[in-house]
């Protein structure tokens, strides 16, 4: 009975699931559109320390640095302007909230070429002799060096690198903006950690390793935003197949619920029928080793009392057993089999 009730239930569930999970459930979830907003992530603290504008330009607009032309005619005023470029850049680095461990490392780098373009100027001017102080400490300055390929030149190029390290921070910024403002509950977690990862290489002045995985993290997006494009396209139509054949939707799912549950009766009619049928060979079977045993004891006396005695028991314990179960399962088949047969006459009568 507890079966049959089962069956009904999730018969009925089913039915009046599929009207109310499309005309409630999925009239708000589904419709989503590629175009949906995202996150506001200009208004994000940690993604808004990393950008120099706060929102999105895909522009150095800054006006900090600027890049110095290589002509192999530096002077030493050139080469010192380059290095206050530099060091005003990398204040307004951390004035930004950039990381600039790689740029303080290359400006310390430029300083020492600096010092050693001044000591190589030293050597090539013959008017200073030899005794002089100031070639002395040249000379031993740049005793491991080959100075004569030291020039003011060589300090604007560490210059030109910490520009370019600047402005591709300043792009890639703006990019995570960017690409953080696209960001919803469409994003798939693998695009979420793409971008994290993103992040993450950017805050360690990993440039290039951050663009790539920008790049990957649109890639990734387009594919999230084009899965969830078609499962609401999806919803949609369903949505709208449903609400004109609502009526047949229902009458089929009504009928497919009734040869169900038909089939569940049917199903149970014969698995009561075949225990019954065991559990009656098996009582016929104990009578007879209870037969049995009472001729090996009182007729044949192969057996002792204390044997037949536990044996009894324990046979007489298994036919009891059966009897108490056979009459409710009869019971409960007779009537499984009382309402099949009266509604088998009620659709004959119609």
């Not at 009975?1 to 009207?19: D, N, P, Q, T």
């Not at 461990?101 to 050597?123: I, R, S």
């Not at 060096?145 to 402005?167: F, R």
């Not at 921070?169 to 403002?181: E, F, N, R, T």
């Amino acid at each position: 009975m507890k079966g049959e009730v089962f069956v009904i239930a999730v018969c009925l569930v089913l039915v009046f699931s599929v009207s109310f999970l499309f005309f409630n459930s999925w009239q708000g979830n589904l419709n989503v559109g590629i175009n949906t907003p995202g996150l506001d992530y200009s208004n994000n603290t940690e993604l808004s320390k990393s950008s120099f504008t706060g929102h999105a330009v895909l522009t150095d607009t800054s006006g900090v640095g600027s890049y110095y032309n290589l002509t192999k005619n530096a002077t030493k005023d050139d080469a010192i302007a380059a290095v206050k470029d530099s060091e005003a850049i990398i204040a307004w680095m951390a004035r930004n909230n950039f990381s600039s461990v790689f740029l303080n490392d290359t400006l310390n780098d430029m300083k020492k070429v600096l010092l050693q373009a001044q000591y190589a100027e030293v050597m090539r001017n013959s008017s200073i002799a030899s005794s002089d102080p100031l070639k002395i400490e040249a000379v031993k300055s740049l005793r491991l060096v080959n100075w004569k390929d030291i020039s003011y030149d060589s300090v604007l190029n560490y210059a030109n690198i910490i520009y370019a390290t600047k402005t591709k921070a300043v792009l890639i910024s703006d990019k995570i903006v960017v690409a953080g403002s696209r960001i919803d509950n469409r994003a798939s977690n693998v695009t979420r950690k793409i971008f994290a990862d993103a992040v993450s290489a950017f805050k360690d002045e990993r440039y290039n390793e951050s663009e790539k995985l920008l790049n990957n993290f649109s890639v990734s997006l387009e594919n999230d935003l084009s899965q969830a494009y078609s499962f609401a396209q999806f919803g949609t139509n369903a949505k709208g197949f449903l609400k004109r054949n609502l009526a047949f939707v229902l009458l089929f799912l009504v009928i497919i619920s009734f040869f169900i549950y038909s089939f569940y009766r049917k199903i149970s009619i014969g698995r009561l029928r075949r225990k019954i049928k065991k559990m009656k060979v098996e009582r016929n079977v104990i009578d007879g080793l209870i037969k049995k045993i009472q001729e090996d004891r009182f007729r044949d006396n192969k057996i002792s009392g204390l044997v037949y005695n536990i044996r009894l028991a324990k046979y007489n314990e298994k036919v009891n057993e059966i009897n108490d179960q056979l009459p409710v399962l009869e019971e409960r088949l007779s009537k499984i089999v009382r309402g099949y047969k009266a509604h088998r006459e009620k659709k004959d009568k119609k």
